[in-house]
């Protein structure tokens, strides 16, 4: 749960720096990635995004309070999508085509992550001092979300799933 925290802080940044003008479509967004939804695991067909955080707990510093560019490196190293401190594009490619293949029913969401994170897209996401392990994860999050289809028949999730279609309108614009 502290990875969610962290995350929708750094979601915050983001969306209020893409946004700042827009005042119903930043809310949306932001709304997207309400805890109690996160928590609910609202979004039924996200298991793809799932498979990144498994090695969560190992990664994660014991001294950590929130998650810093060293935990998100270990994550990505162990998925095969960084070398050193870069995101190798060669190893991304492989890494979704897998999850492509174990899940498949995923693909769409997938594909939206593949083509909206590759080609160094990541880099574009704030916060702009943050690392490139970061700014990837963040980059798979965000698009991930928004591609889901399939939500929980609960009202935090029927609100999250309103949002979704607003926020991904205004970011596909």
Known sequence: ?????FLSGLLFIVISSVYAGDEDAMM?????FNPEGIEKMCCENFE???????????????????????????????????????IDEDGAKKFY???????PKE??????????????KYQSY??????PAVKFY?????????????WKKLDVCTEMAENAKKCKKTLDG
């Open 28 to 32: 949306s967004c932001l709304e997207l």
């Open 107 to 120: 693909k769409s969401l997938i594909e939206r992550a593949r083509r909206e994170c590759l080609d160094d």
């Open 1 to 5: 749960m502290v990875a969610m925290s």
């Open 48 to 86: 793809s995004f799932e498979n990144i955080n498994k090695d969560y707990e190992e990664c994660l510093k014991e001294d950590s309070e929130e998650w810093m560019c060293e935990d998100f490196q270990c994550i990505l190293k162990k998925s095969g999508v960084m070398q050193g401190d870069t």
């Open 97 to 103: 085509d897998t999850l492509e293949k174990d899940y």
């Open 138 to 150: 963040i980059c798979n999050y965000i698009n991930a979300y928004l591609e889901c289809d399939s």
């Open 126 to 131: 704030p916060p702009e001092d943050s690392c």
